[in-house]
């Protein structure tokens, strides 16, 4: 209550005085106000996937769909749907990849060349955090989603929190140095 106060009297003490020029500033400064972190999202931990596909899901477990190899370097394993008319929310998608840490789903990742993946997520998910002008993240205490935009292509993930950490890690530690 005093920091709210010592904040206005300034502020208060500038708009009121009929002394000072009008354009003028005051050089009196507030303490910056901390920034609140958001709760976690609850949608996102309680949705914990999409379309029936949970987090934590083994790769035995998804039978429903066909899922084809993409060969790559990296720790975790990645498998696309090769022919699918799945939405995201009301939007078709482009793509999707099913990201594998240990045999459990870890990440499911939909990408688009159509307008409305952020949307989608709003919707899913609540307005969710900017953290730039074409990246918006909805961080839950044990999943998380996020959206991003690189070029025409815009991407919405849903992730396991621990399992991308172990992935992000395991990826540095396998990635060559300077030498």
Known sequence: MKQRLLFFLPLLAACSSPTSPPG??????????????????????????????????SLGSITDVQLQLVPRPLPATMYTIPSHRLRLDTVPVNGISYEFWKDKLYRIDFNSKRPGLLAAGKRLYGEGVQVSPTEYRWPGTHASASYSENGEWTYLRIFDNRAAAQVDSATAAATPGPE
């Not at 958001?38 to 987090?55: E, R, S, W």
């Open 24 to 57: 003028e500033v005051s050089q009196a400064t507030a303490p910056a106000p901390e920034a609140a972190s958001p709760a976690p999202n609850a949608i996102v931990d309680a949705q914990n996937g999409y379309g029936g596909h949970h987090l934590g899901d």
